[in-house]
């Protein structure tokens, strides 16, 4: 990539990199190094023409069908989030319904 002056690396860390959590110790220091790792290559090398970004996939938390989903009112993977957070998973059909 440095030779072709151009480039894309992507890396997959996790969500729960971004906070500590009780019994998560090496799960958490090691998604939290792919993202800090991803923050120094992206500064080292984007001079170089090369991109370097990092994916955050998160938890979707299931949920029972229920006549509204039928009804086309939510999205067919429930809610997004984690730690706690019931975050709506936004797609057109939902926005649609709103």
């Known amino acids: 990539m440095i030779a072709q002056g151009a480039g ?17 110790a090496a799960y958490v220091a090691s998604k939290s190094a792919v993202i800090r ?11 170089k023409g090369i991109n370097v970004n990092c994916v955050l996939p998160s938890t979707i938390e299931p949920r ?12 067919a993977l429930g809610r997004a989030g984690g730690a706690g957070r019931r975050d709506p998973v936004f797609s057109p059909r939902m926005q649609r319904a709103r």
């Open 64 to 75: 029972r069908p229920t006549a509204r989903h039928a009804q086309g009112r939510f999205h």
């Open 8 to 24: 894309k690396i992507v890396n997959v860390a996790a969500l729960g990199g971004t906070q500590g959590g009780a019994l998560m």
């Open 37 to 47: 790792l991803t923050e120094s290559m992206a500064l080292e090398l984007r001079d």
